[in-house]
């Protein structure tokens, strides 16, 4: 059995485990979802009116009882009816994944085109002053939590520029690309000056220890030009511990970047979650986690097949 059989193979046990651990653990959140959902107005019911809400949505049974009907319903493609939304699940996840999606895309891309030449850039130049600079930044960037660059960039452009970046609306990309780019790309500068500044030390790492390997030198001993023993020779081997960073936080990116969604109020997965979870939804929190951990999946799954294509000498599942 390949590679990719076997991973596929263990989805379905992975997503499993999953669903029982975000199934219970949302149920040990104080509170209950009648109050979560009614607020005051839940205290004005009497008890047949509240006995009544919770058959409707299932809670009234035990925590096994309900986890076995909401997982045969999953089995279906059905992941439940939304609380707050009074709508299904997967459509309400659906309606926010494009701008989760877009803004993880686009703080990749920023974090990839800055970080990599930058890191390339030090390792070439060790130890004088340019390498230095770079490793400041880099340095600087891992410190900076995220929502103070956002706050920063906020108070700039509202500051010095009199504008404030657009705040929670978002125009698909298939409908005007431009006003797409131009809405998420401060919340995508946001999240990838810190991305940035870990691919650049990744990079600049690996690409020290690649110049230092025996075919490098024996490429320029054959009067490679310099850029082609770079880019061409050492920067494909050097870019699999990038691979492994970024298909890492970009799983952790389609999970939702709650911070930033939330100081941009951006309608993404971020806060659908925290929403859910405040309001005590557990169908929409029981099938966004297990959609974003399916796309976890996936995106690892990938992240492996990519060092085969970059380095020939890595075989995945076989001799």
């Known amino acids: 059995m390949n590679y990719v059989a076997q991973r596929l193979l263990t989805f379905p046990l992975i997503l499993l485990g999953v669903s029982v651990l975000v199934f219970v653990s949302i149920r040990l959140i104080p509170g209950d979802a009648i109050t979560a959902m009614l607020g005051t ?23 096994w009882s309900q986890y076995l009907r909401w997982f045969l319903g999953l089995l279906h493609g059905d992941l439940g009816i939304s609380s707050i939304y009074a709508k299904p699940v997967l459509m309400v996840i659906l309606e926010r994944f494009p701008l989760t999606l877009q803004l993880s895309l686009m703080s990749m891309v920023i974090a990839l085109g800055v970080g ?36 920063l960039i906020i ?7 009199g504008m404030v970046p657009a705040m929670g609306t978002f125009t698909a990309f298939t409908v005007d690309p431009m006003a797409s780019i131009a809405q998420l790309f401060f919340p995508a500068v946001t ?3 810190a991305f940035a500044a ?22 320029r001993s ?57 309001q005590r939804d557990y169908a929409l ?8 951990a399916f796309n976890f ?19 995945l599942g076989g001799r």
């Open 222 to 278: 054959k009067g490679t030009s310099p850029m082609s023993v770079i880019w061409h020779h050492a920067l494909p081997n050097a870019l699999i511990p990038v691979v492994t960073l970024s298909g890492v936080e970009f799983g952790y990116l389609l999970g939702g970047a709650v911070i930033v969604e939330q100081i941009f109020a951006l309608p993404g997965l971020g806060r659908l979650v925290l929403d859910a979870i405040t």
């Open 155 to 161: 108070y700039v452009l509202s500051v010095f520029f």
């Open 297 to 315: 999946l996936v995106v690892n799954l990938l992240v492996d097949l990519t060092y085969v294509a970059l380095d020939p000498r890595i075989r």
């Open 41 to 63: 107005e839940a205290g004005m019911m009497t008890p047949d009116q509240r006995a009544a809400l919770a058959a409707y949505f299932g809670i009234d049974q035990p925590i």
């Open 198 to 219: 870990s691919v650049t030390r990744i990079s600049r790492s690996s690409m020290l220890d690649v110049l230092s390997d025996d075919y490098i030198r024996t490429a």
């Open 285 to 292: 929190v029981q099938g966004t986690v297990l959609f974003v």
């Open 191 to 193: 999240l990838g000056f």
């Open 116 to 151: 990599v030449p930058l890191g390339v850039l030090a390792a070439t130049r060790n130890e004088r002053p340019s390498d230095l600079v770079v490793r400041v930044l880099a340095m600087l960037g891992q410190s900076t939590p995220s929502f103070v660059i956002g706050v």
